[in-house]
């Protein structure tokens, strides 16, 4: 019984490709369920899917949504325009903690970066992760991007969780190019050097695109350990 906490530097990273990929390694280790505590960016007008669906797509995972909005914003920006209330992250911690009571492993994928705002009282993904790990094991991963700029946002995330004591379990590089330029040959060895953390996955670009077969065959080349 673990919970999988999947956050990013940020927005875009690759988080729904890797918590695909890792969710596809956690089958080794018995049963596995996906969860998207809240999605964002679903409604009339934008994607007709979330990223639970895309998981499921790409691995054929249990996946679970809680919360669905409409406009593509910050979860409690979105639900404040919507009018909708939102659960607490405690309530959501809640429900993930009947999960693990089920399932092997719960695998469960942020919104955005690890401070975006879950609910109406200010509670993260940080907050989630802190107040699962007082009742279960908790392992965080952090999905990065390769390129210039990645070793501040990913350096500011590990410490944000590390100040509240939260030591994650190492780094994945959520879209690796063909043709990697000086700064992402150069990220991809300064990485685990800035942070202390271990490199877990190096995802190739376009690896969401793929069909499951594909994409679970790619995928013990592609994630290291987990």
């Known amino acids: 019984m673990r919970v999988v906490v999947v956050t990013g530097t940020d927005t875009g990273v690759g988080k729904t490709v890797a918590t695909a990929a890792l969710a596809v390694r956690a089958r080794e280790r018995g049963t596995v369920v996906v969860v998207k505590p809240v999605q964002t960016g679903i409604g009339a007008g934008y994607d007709d899917h ?4 895309e998981v499921h797509r790409l691995t054929g995972c249990a996946t679970q949504e809680f919360t669905a909005l409409d406009e593509p914003l910050a979860p409690d920006t979105a639900g404040r325009r919507q009018g909708v209330h939102l659960p607490t ?3 959501y911690a809640d429900r993930i903690r009947v999960l693990t009571e089920f399932h092997d ?4 994928e ?3 970066g690890l401070l975006v705002r879950l609910d109406a009282d200010g ?3 940080l907050d989630l992760a802190v107040g699962l790990s007082a009742h279960v094991p908790v392992e965080v991963v952090v999905v990065c991007r390769p ?3 990645t070793l501040n946002h ?3 995330t590990v410490g944000a969780l590390r100040a509240r004591g939260l030591e994650p ?4 590089v959520g879209s690796w190019p063909t043709e990697p330029d000086l700064a992402e040959t150069c990220n991809a060895e300064d990485l685990p050097r800035v942070t202390g953390l271990p490199i877990l996955a190096v995802l190739p670009d376009g690896a969401g695109a793929l069909d499951r077969t594909a994409f679970e065959a790619g995928v013990p080349g592609w994630v290291h350990r987990l």
Do not use: Q, S
């Open 50 to 53: 979330g990223d639970v669906d």
């Open 89 to 91: 992250v405690a309530e």
């Open 105 to 108: 492993t719960v695998l469960v």
């Open 110 to 112: 942020g919104a955005g």
């Open 123 to 125: 509670g993260t993904l």
């Open 147 to 149: 390129g210039l700029g």
């Open 154 to 156: 990913t350096e500011l």
């Open 169 to 172: 379990a190492g780094l994945v």
